[in-house]
């Protein structure tokens, strides 16, 4: 294995979440942004450019992952493509390893898989590869989630005890490629997409801090999928003309709402809840991130749009409509929010940082592939749950071959 004083990172991918980990990078420290590979040739060059602009690396196009992974400059993949190119992804960067290159690590991106057969396979080729690993989960990272989990353990838990009920909730008003929207590219609607965000933010506030992730266990998962919005017709008509005909949810929806409550006990049996909640049918002004922590005596509570700066366009401004205010924006005029840096506050920046320094000190992450895997279990579990309308004791046979009806393009709503 290399070791280092100073990283390079090649991203697979160079769609939207690759620039906001590029606009990141200006607050990570020890590695640079070396290299891009993606079969867009040119939003590989723009990609590259932009991390060139911002000072975050000499990073250049790459024809292949193959030429990339072996390339001296870089020694950590960051996998950030579709989420149907997962596995091939990884066997490429496998197949690059066993010709002789090396890495020092790999992080990919959230979901690790579309289902856990898939999920399994990405952890068997990275025990493979035998490099470190991370399940890139930013919203853990989020510095004000991360204080406020800091200090009700710190104070409400020591003085009171812990916490029992976690809430999450991801939603904003649709994806913003045609994948996302199609369950068998994606393996899912907007469970698969966004609940991976806020079962995980659950867990991670119900675990005490420094304690391992298995320190609470999950019992059952009761959960239930709608799509309210996009099979309207009007809706389905709407996603049509701006995703394209292969997106068509008159025929073939995914769900654009999903609830799920998972059941854990502690060590000493004591009762958990983690309640998530997710959708693509939320029109406010972008995307909201919303979290809270209920213990005896205290609680804590996080919303994305309540970060304090707002700006007001009055009706008489008529101008184009963009992403230029907040992820997922949804309108131009009235009084809208500020989110001063969106790549720190949903944790990208933290998270990078943090990942970096566990690939540099040879420490393996404690949310690596693994995480990924029983995040992905948890999610399918809930699509049982939403199948069969009960409540599923953990871990349910058939697990391993569970395809949800959205991805197997049966789904009726
Ligand atoms: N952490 C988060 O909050 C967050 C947010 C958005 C997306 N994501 C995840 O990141 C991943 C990418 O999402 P995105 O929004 O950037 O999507 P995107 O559609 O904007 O970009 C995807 C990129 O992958 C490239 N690509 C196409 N075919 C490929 C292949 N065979 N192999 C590798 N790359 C290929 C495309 O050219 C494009 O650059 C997804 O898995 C998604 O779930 C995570």
Not at 17 to 25: A, L, N, V, Y
Not at 195 to 218: F, K, Y
Request: net charge negative.
């Amino acid at each position: 294995m290399k070791r280092k004083e100073r990283l390079g990172v090649g991203f697979i991918g160079s769609g939207f979440i690759t620039r906001f980990h590029i606009q990141s990078w200006v607050g990570v420290r020890d590695a640079d942004v070396r290299g891009i590979w993606s079969p867009n040739a040119e939003r590989a060059e723009e990609a590259a450019a932009l991390a060139r602009t911002l000072r975050v690396g000499e990073a250049r196009r790459f024809a292949s992952i193959e030429e990339m992974v072996a390339a001296p400059e870089i020694d950590c993949i960051w996998i950030c493509g579709p989420n149907h190119f997962r596995i091939e992804n990884m066997e490429r960067i496998v197949d690059a390893l066993d010709k002789g290159a090396t890495l020092v690590g790999i992080a990919c991106e959230k979901p690790l898989a579309r289902n856990a057969a898939e999920a399994r396979r990405m952890v068997e080729l990275i025990e493979k590869a035998g490099v470190l690993h991370a399940y890139l989960e930013d919203q853990l990272f989020s510095p004000g989630l991360a204080r406020a989990r800091e200090i009700a353990w710190a104070r409400g838990a020591a003085l009171s005890g812990r916490p029992y009920l976690a809430r999450a909730a991801e939603e904003h008003s649709g994806p913003h490629r045609p994948w996302f929207w199609q369950g068998d590219l994606q393996g899912g609607g907007v469970l698969n997409d966004m609940m991976c965000h806020s079962l995980e933010v659950g867990r991670h506030l119900l675990t005490r801090p420094g304690a391992p992730r298995s320190s609470i266990r999950p019992v059952k998962v009761s959960a239930q999928i709608a799509s309210l919005k996009w099979s309207r017709p009007e809706y389905a008509e709407l996603l049509r003309k701006s995703m394209g005909p292969e997106v068509d949810y008159g025929e073939r929806p995914a769900e654009d709402f999903a609830r799920a409550t998972v059941s854990y006990v502690d060590e000493g049996g004591l009762p958990l809840i983690v309640e998530a909640t997710t959708s693509w049918s939320f029109v406010g002004a972008g995307l909201r991130l919303s979290m809270e922590l209920l213990g005896p005596e205290y609680s804590l509570s996080v919303n994305s749009l309540d970060g304090g700066a707002r700006v007001f366009f009055s009706r008489r401004l008529h101008g184009a409509a963009g992403e230029d205010l907040i992820e997922k924006q949804n309108a131009e005029q009235g009084l809208m929010p500020i989110v001063a840096n969106e790549a720190a506050e949903y944790g990208y920046e933290a998270e990078n940082r943090h990942f970096i320094r566990c690939f540099l000190d040879g420490a393996p992450p404690e949310e690596g592939f693994h995480a990924g895997l029983e995040v992905t279990e948890l999610m399918m579990t809930a699509y049982m749950s939403a199948e069969q309308e009960r409540t599923i004791s953990w871990k349910p046979a058939g697990l391993e071959r569970y395809v949800p009806p959205v991805a197997r393009g049966d789904w009726k709503p």
